[in-house]
């Protein structure tokens, strides 16, 4: 019985950094509170208010939906725990162009565009030129493929 229960508890301990792995784009490895890291350890709030990326630093960490983020600055992380659905990249950080096309790809941060508010993120240059091309378009098409492929594991598309 006692043993059922340590392993119904370790489940449900796990589930969280599980279920965000399939739909988050985050780096191999866990961070030091057991949750997987987001962004890369990229600042979220700084793609909005710097010039360039900055990179997070661990001793401000904030948690959402199971995904750790690390910030630059107390401000940041206060910044982010006061709105992170409105600071976090679309698509879970996957490249948004992936998405348009079915693919759950790696979200780069120095190939990134924010569009009403939303920050979108590519995979390299040539597919961040390529979306260029015709924005609205990937942009549509992505959310519409979105719900499709959200909760679909990486190497199942």
Known sequence: MKLTAL?????????????????????????LTGNPLGMHGFDPVSMFRSDAPVIGDAQFTSAHEGVDYYFATAEAKAAFDADPAGLLPQFGGFCAFGVYV?????????????????????????????????????????????????ATPVGDL
């Not at 370790?10 to 399939?22: C, G, H």
């Not at 030129?129 to 979105?146: N, R």
């Open 7 to 31: 392993l119904a508890a370790t489940l449900i301990a796990v589930a969280p950094a599980a279920f965000a792995a399939d739909e988050v784009n985050v780096s191999n490895g866990l961070t």
């Open 102 to 150: 079915g693919k759950k790809l790696d979200g780069d941060v120095r190939f990134a565009d924010i569009v009403d508010g939303k920050l979108y993120l590519f995979v390299n240059q040539s597919i961040f030129d390529k979306y260029l091309e015709d924005k609205q378009t990937v942009i549509d098409g992505a959310f519409a493929k979105w719900p499709e492929i959200e």
